[in-house]
T-cell receptor
């Protein structure tokens, strides 16, 4: 089993640019959640998609958006990048939407640096 | 409010010594709690969760509702236990429902 895969592994952007991060869940998992991990902090929830619909949204500005495709892979988009968006972006997949006690499994993350 | 607190940023012990990584939570209702571990250059991985009541790699964690704690314990630390440990709570309310609320993490360093 390949586990959760994320691409790219590293990305460097400048302020004001836009970025798209990608995630493929574990085979059979229908839920994808995105987290932002700033250096020295624990991961913070951004979005969850289940069966291609948004199921949850954390406290992030509208510059952040996401979607899930029919094959359950997902993209996270961030517009008008700010220096504070520099972080490790983690994707996690799960069998269910989170209320059925199924654990979340994480990918390696995408390291985003904003110059 | 739903919150997880890990009071120690760094915990340093010698090999063979007991380890306790502290985790306190704030939650009204029945919590679902997890410990995740991140070894150097590896992804975040699930270590254990309270509903399973299992011991993984010698680690155990007991949910204490009275003290709102879920401390991670191991009687004899090994050098390979050195890693970053995160306590997490499953959110049951609000926009984060179904997802994880993490503490800031504790870095465990086991010295030879």
């Amino acid at each position: 089993d390949a586990g959760v895969t994320q691409s790219p592994t590293h990305l460097i952007k400048t302020r004001g640019q836009q970025v798209t991060l990608r995630c493929s869940p574990i085979s059979g998992h229908k839920s994808v959640s995105w987290y932002q991990q700033v250096l020295g902090q624990g991961p913070q929830f951004i979005f969850q998609y289940y069966e291609k619909e948004e199921r949850g949204r954390g406290n992030f500005p509208d510059r952040f958006s996401a979607r899930q495709f029919p094959n359950y892979s997902s993209e996270l988009n961030v517009n008008a990048l700010l220096l504070g968006d520099s972080a490790l972006y983690l994707c996690a997949s799960s069998l269910d939407a989170g209320l059925g006690n199924q654990p979340q499994h994480f990918g390696d993350g995408t390291r985003l640096s904003i110059l | 409010a739903q919150r997880v607190t890990q009071p120690e940023k760094l915990l340093s012990v010698f090999k063979g010594a007991p380890v306790e990584l502290k985790c306190n939570y704030s939650y009204s209702g029945s919590p679902e709690l997890f410990w995740y571990v991140q070894y150097s250059r590896q992804r975040l991985q699930l270590l254990l969760r309270h509903i399973s009541r299992e011991s993984i790699k010698g680690f155990t964690a007991d949910l204490n509702k009275g003290e709102t704690s879920f401390h991670l314990k191991k009687p004899f630390a090994q050098e390979e236990d050195s890693a970053m440990y995160y306590c997490a709570l499953r959110a049951r309310q609000g926009g984060s429902q179904g997802n994880l609320i993490f503490g800031k993490g504790t870095k465990l360093s086991v010295k030879p």
